[in-house]
Antibody
Framework: EVQLVESGGGLVQPGGSLRLSCAAS????????MSWVRQAPGKGLEWVAN????????SYVDSVRGRFTISRDNAKNSLYLQMNSLRAEDTAVYYC?????????WGQGTLVTVSS | DTVMTQSPLSLSVTPGQPASISCKSS???????????LYWYLQKPGQSPQLLIY???SRLSGVPDRFSGSGSGTDFTLRISRVEAEDVGIYYC?????????FGQGTKVEIK
């Protein structure tokens, strides 16, 4: 059974940093693109970033480029999102998803709240 | 960025009746490889989104055949032939050809 389990969310002050993790199991992690998608409270979905199987290609939405870094560790079957210079508008549930653009499996999400 | 515009934004449907959701993109989603990179997701209340339709009209394994996707270029439609109670939630279209990938605003479907 495919499982994606996010962790690392929480309350952080504006300007602060947070690192999200996504533990994958039930499939061969190293052969899939992986993505992060977020959803602000009561709002719609927003694609954030994706990474190729070996991490050699990464793409970001403009609003996070230069502040967020997506990475992966195939030996640990894990996906990460390093978030720096956080802003109030980054407040959202962050989902880990399998795929680069076709998101067949999603985690349950982890809530990031940016507030003073 | 490619703007995805859904309509209606909300829909109230009698069980057993059909429903359709429109999604229009600001740019063509037809790739030179012949595929149309248009996806449909459903987010049921309190759950993570789930993929229903990929590449315009292919149903993900396990998705009931009452769901179908159609369209071309910039105009797309998700149809539910006979709505059931379990179909309630918010439906999103998404394009995966022009970075950044973008979603529609969502269409909330409820049962009458």
């Amino acid at each position: 059974e495919v499982q994606l389990v996010e962790s690392g969310g929480g309350l952080v002050q504006p300007g602060g940093s947070l690192r999200l993790s996504c533990a994958a199991s039930g499939f061969t992690f190293s052969i899939y693109w992986m993505s992060w998608v977020r959803q602000a409270p009561g709002k719609g979905l927003e694609w954030v970033a994706n990474t190729k199987q070996d991490g050699s290609e990464k793409s970001y939405v403009d609003s996070v480029r230069g502040r967020f870094t997506i990475s992966r560790d195939n030996a640990k079957n894990s996906l990460y999102l390093q978030m720096n210079s956080l802003r109030a508008e980054d407040t959202a549930v962050y989902y880990c998803a399998r795929g680069g653009r076709q998101f067949e499996y999603w985690g349950q999400g982890t809530l990031v709240t940016v507030s003073s | 960025d490619t703007v995805m515009t859904q309509s209606p934004l909300s829909l109230s449907v009698t069980p057993g009746q059909p429903a359709s959701i429109s999604c229009k993109s600001s740019q063509s989603l037809l790739h030179s490889d012949g595929k149309t990179y248009l996806y449909w997701y459903l987010q049921k209340p309190g759950q993570s989104p789930q993929l229903l339709i990929y590449e315009l009209s292919s149903r993900l394994s396990g998705v009931p055949d009452r769901f179908s996707g159609s369209g071309s270029g910039t105009d797309f439609t998700l149809r539910i032939s006979r709505v059931e109670a379990e179909d309630v939630g918010i439906y999103y279209c998404m394009q995966g050809i022009h970075l950044p990938w973008t979603f529609g605003q969502g269409t909330k479907v409820e049962i009458k």
